[in-house]
């Protein structure tokens, strides 16, 4: 169990630019979560794949965000057209059924947008 | 909507002493899931500890413990014995406990508590 894993850990784009993110679950996790958190806030859900199914999406995900989980195991996170407001860190989690397990957290990556 | 509401944006506590962090949370749900966890300056978030909300009986992990007053949707963290590796952002979160795939299985988290433990 070598734990969630995220790509990179910083990221520092001009505005407009598209960014793309990976997460690399725990491989026998089934469920997979992004959050976004700025800074001195709780994070903030976005999305959540059960395997390769997008089953649930945040208002926060707007139609320049995009989550895709081909095989069921890692997963991307893209923004395309970048704003200053989109600088945060993205955080990604995994975990297994049911709702009581306990969420296993990556470092996440921190975008910065200039 | 479920909310939760953390009121202590910052804390602090003298090593060895016991401190203890609030949560209130708001939900029409009759079972659901608590959670504390602690995210310290590497970012990483970790479980602290969790509580089954048809348990009555509260949560305990070594020096963590919980008091959890359902009537009153309240959800505290006692840290006992505090000493400065526990020097974190602390985040309540809820979760359903609905069956339903599609539903329930975000973690809702609170705003945090930073805590400080002085040497």
């Known amino acids: 169990d070598t734990g969630v894993s995220q790509d990179p850990r910083h990221k520092i784009t001009k505005r407009g630019q598209n960014v793309t993110f990976r997460c690399d679950p725990i491989s026998e996790h089934n469920r997979l979560y992004w959050y976004r958190q700025t800074l001195g806030q709780g994070p903030e859900f976005l999305t959540y794949?059960?395997?390769?199914?997008?089953?649930?999406k945040s208002r926060l995900l707007s139609d320049r965000f995009s989550a895709e989980r081909p095989k069921g195991s890692f997963s991307t996170l893209e923004i395309q057209r970048t704003e200053q407001g989109d600088s945060a860190m993205y955080l990604c989690?995994?975990?297994?059924?049911?709702?009581?397990?306990?969420?296993?957290f990556g470092n996440g990556t921190r975008l910065t947008v200039t | 909507a479920q909310t939760v509401t953390q009121s202590q944006p910052e804390m602090s506590v003298q090593e060895a002493e016991t401190v203890t962090l609030s949560c209130t949370y708001d939900?029409?749900?009759?079972?659901?899931?608590l959670f504390w966890y602690k995210q310290p300056p590497s970012r990483q978030m970790i479980l602290v500890i969790r509580?089954?909300?048809?348990?009555?009986q509260n949560a305990t992990e070594n020096r963590f413990s919980v008091n959890f007053q359902k009537a009153a949707k309240s959800f505290s963290l006692k840290i006992s014995d505090s000493q400065l590796g526990d020097a974190a952002m602390y985040f309540c979160?809820?979760?359903?406990?609905?069956?339903?795939?599609?539903?329930?299985?975000?973690?809702?988290f609170g705003e945090g508590t930073q805590l400080t433990v002085n040497p």
């Open positions: 939900t029409s749900e009759s079972d659901y899931y």
């Open positions: 979160a809820y979760r359903s406990a609905s069956l339903g795939e599609t539903s329930g299985s975000r973690l809702t």
């Open positions: 509580q089954e909300a048809y348990k009555q």
């Open positions: 794949f059960q395997n390769e199914a997008q089953l649930e």
């Open positions: 989690a995994s975990s297994v059924p049911p709702n009581n397990s306990p969420l296993h």
